[in-house]
């Protein structure tokens, strides 16, 4: 029996809740009151969110399940497999693999365009040049006349299921309780699963995706290129039809297991956990004082709520369950997009006016990642913080006019998210 066929097995003997939110097509609603089966949604005490780079499911998922989408999520594809033809690695784990399997790491994507004086215009292909190929004459390059460049650094996915489970009225909210100065950027994008329907992105850089099961699709095809019932055709080499170097029939992934075991892995990923030891010394709580004095935590939100557990969301194709739903998170993050000075120029999903605008990183797990900032270029807490500017310029004006002890004792508050 082959993996993924062990995998939809495991699929199908999940608690009857999970399978019904994972594959009702419930009323289209994207963010509604009501559960699958049109009754008012309980709302329940709310707990917080389990916590843990230790491997071990966050309840959404049974362990055994977990662990067998696990092994999909590490698995290594070879052209036999499908890969590319243009491809930027082998395997999820690849970006994805910082401290445990599911973090982050140093591993960046190149998008390019060219900016008229008026918008963004994309290369034939699309703004996403793939590193590698199976053959090099469909080798990607930067065509000419393509002077906007942006690196992304790869992110950390620990938490993804309960960011999922937030509802749009919550992250509208956020947005309106901004001051005008600092309000983010609520943008609606495609839920590929859920066709014509729209939701808030929260998902990659520019929140061009509004779901887990989207982000792993349109990853698994940008980044390893592997084509799945949502997306079932290759990408092009600047362009130009890889058809001709292309032996496996498409979907690669025919039946949509794979798919579904990365998006089962995801939502079955703890919140990354603080390091408590380094929390409770007196500067790290003198710092998370600061933090919110100095305006960080106006797009750094500290703790969101998820949707009750019932809600119907990603335009009826999921229901919130009892392990994601009714929890509270501490991201220190919006998931709106800003502008802060750092906009890569590129536009994906969310329009022209996106174009300098970038989602707020999430701090949690921060201490985890030596690459700092959307593009890994910053290499230090302090250098990423004096990256900020426009819509976060005051925030840095007010850590740089603390005392050297003050700007310690935040960062040391950083140091130990």
């Given at each position: 029996?082959?993996?993924?066929h062990?995998?939809v097995i495991?699929l ?5 809740p999970?399978m019904a939110?994972a594959c009702s097509p419930?009323d289209?609603?994207s963010?509604?009151?009501t ?5 008012e949604v ?5 707990t917080e969110a389990?916590?843990?780079?230790d491997?071990l499911t ?5 362990q ?10 590490t698995?290594?594809?070879d052209?036999g497999?499908?890969?590319?033809p243009?491809y930027?690695?082998?395997s999820?784990r690849?970006?994805h ?6 973090g982050?790491?140093?591993v960046?994507e ?5 900016f008229?004086?008026?918008i963004f215009v994309?290369?034939p292909g699309g703004?996403l040049?793939q ?10 390059v930067?065509p000419?006349g393509n ?5 992304r ?6 938490g993804?299921?309960?960011v ?7 992250l ?6 901004q001051p ?7 943008i609606q994008?495609p839920?590929?699963e859920?066709?014509?329907h729209?939701?808030?992105?929260r998902f ?5 995706h509004?779901?887990?099961?989207t982000?792993?699709a ?6 390893i290129?592997?084509?799945t019932p949502l997306l079932?055709?290759?990408?092009t080499?600047n362009?130009?039809s890889?058809?001709?170097?292309d032996?496996?029939p498409?979907?690669?992934d ?5 798919l579904?075991?990365l998006?089962?892995?995801m939502r ?11 929390a409770?010394?007196a500067?790290?709580q003198r710092g998370?004082?600061l933090?919110?004095?100095?305006g960080?935590?106006v797009?750094?939100?500290r703790?969101?709520?998820?949707a009750?557990?019932g809600t119907v969301i990603?335009g ?5 369950p009892?392990a994601?739903g009714d ?7 919006d998931?709106l997009?800003?502008n802060i ?7 994906q999903n969310?329009?022209q ?5 970038i989602?707020t990183a999430?701090?949690?797990g921060?201490r985890?990642?030596?690459?700092l900032m ?7 807490l302090?250098?990423?913080?004096g990256r900020?500017?426009?819509?976060a310029a005051t925030a ?6 603390l005392?050297?002890?003050?700007k310690?004792?935040v ?5 130990s998210l």
């Open positions: 029996m082959t993996l993924r062990q995998l495991a199908l003997v999940l608690p009857a999970w939110g419930g289209g609603s963010d509604g009151s559960d699958v089966h049109g009754a309980t709302v329940n005490a709310l389990p916590t843990g780079f491997g966050n309840g959404f998922a049974t055994a399940a977990m662990d067998e989408a696990a092994a999909v999520f698995q290594i594809e052209v497999d499908g890969l590319g243009v930027n690695r082998q999820c690849d970006c693999n910082n401290p445990v399997v599911g982050s790491s140093d960046t190149l998008r390019v365009g060219h008229n004086g008026t994309e290369p703004s040049i590193d590698r190929a199976i053959d090099p004459a469909i080798q990607e930067v000419p002077e906007v460049r942006a690196l650094i790869s992110l950390n996915l620990f993804g299921g309960f999922e489970a937030i509802a749009d009225s919550t509208a909210s956020l947005a309106a309780n005008a100065a600092q309000r983010g950027s609520l994008v839920v590929l859920a066709a014509g729209t939701r808030a992105g990659g850089w520019k929140d061009q509004p779901s887990l099961l982000c792993a349109v990853e698994y095809l940008d980044e290129g592997i084509t079932p055709v290759e990408e080499s362009g130009n890889v058809a001709a170097f032996h496996v498409d979907p690669e025919a039946d949509g297991s794979d579904a075991a998006t089962l892995f079955s990923l703890k919140a990354p956990p603080v390091d408590a030891t380094r409770a010394t500067s790290a998370s004082n933090f919110n004095q100095i960080c935590a797009c750094h939100v703790s969101i709520a998820t009750p557990a990603n009826g194709a999921f229901t919130v009892p994601l929890k509270i998170i501490h991201p220190l993050c998931f997009l800003h000075g750092t906009g890569d120029g590129i536009v969310g329009g006016s996106t174009r300098n605008q989602r999430c701090l949690w921060v985890t990642r030596p690459h959307h593009d890994g270029q910053s290499a230090t302090t250098e990423a913080i900020h500017a426009n819509q840095r004006a007010n850590f740089n006019n005392s050297a002890t003050s310690q004792d960062l040391n508050f950083l140091s």
